[in-house]
T-cell receptor, first 114, second 112 residues
């Protein structure tokens, strides 16, 4: 079965520190992968996406993610976290097939401390 | 992101009320989605419309009734809801091919 796993429920980092949020997927073929961010009471905002090509993808707000087929991972990174990055982060994936619904991970809540 | 607009932002309704949630998009995308999201959980798919026709219903109770009157509008009609239906209801749209889902900011629904 297709699945997306985010192993970390909650992560706390200091402002200015680097960040890595983990995401693992389980698909037969190359999946279509996304990272979304959600601030409290808001909708989900797309940070970046991957389907093919360069395995290191750049997104908005200084985020990047690297697709590693050998590890079935698509981890999100940011070199220096800002307090405004505190939010819920969702990894999502699906087959490249029309409107087939995405599968979402359970999310990782990021807290940023001074 | 104002390309997908949901109204109202907040809604409080009793269990005997009838209300509707509205989603309007200006992206020209032909796939439209309703998601339900409980606190600290990922979005759960409810319905998918493709070219204004219902293509997926994730076994949602009949007290939720979707409608897609045209390519820009998506409604969710609510009737006889239960307190456990309180949640954030998100609308999303998607274009062709590798286009991602674009979400609205949601309607926070409270059922009393």
């Amino acid at each position: 079965a297709q699945s997306v796993t985010q192993p970390d429920i909650h992560i706390t980092v200091s402002e200015g520190a680097s960040l890595e949020l983990r995401c693992n997927y389980s698909y037969g073929a190359t999946p279509y992968l996304f990272w979304y961010v959600q601030s409290p009471g808001q909708g989900l905002q797309l940070l970046l996406k991957y389907f093919s090509g360069d395995t290191l993808v750049q997104g908005i707000k200084g985020f990047e993610a690297e697709f590693k087929r050998s590890q079935s991972s698509f981890n999100l990174r940011k070199p220096s976290v800002h307090w405004s990055d505190a939010a819920e982060y969702f990894c999502a994936g699906g087959p490249y097939s029309g409107n087939t619904p995405l599968v979402f991970g359970k999310g990782t809540r990021l807290s940023v401390i001074a | 992101d104002t390309e997908v607009t949901q109204t109202p932002k907040h809604l409080v309704m009793g269990m005997t009320n009838k209300k509707s949630l509205k989603c309007e998009q200006h992206m020209g995308h032909r796939a439209m989605y309703w998601y339900k999201q409980k606190a600290k959980k990922p979005p759960e798919l409810m319905f998918v419309y493709s070219y204004e026709k219902l293509s997926i219903n994730e076994s949602v109770p009949s007290r939720f009734s979707p409608e897609c009157p045209n390519s820009s509008l998506l409604n969710l009609h609510l009737h006889a809801l239960q307190p456990e239906d309180s949640a954030l209801y998100l609308c999303a749209v998607k274009g062709q091919g590798d286009s991602p889902l674009h979400f609205g900011n949601g309607t926070r629904l409270t059922v009393t």
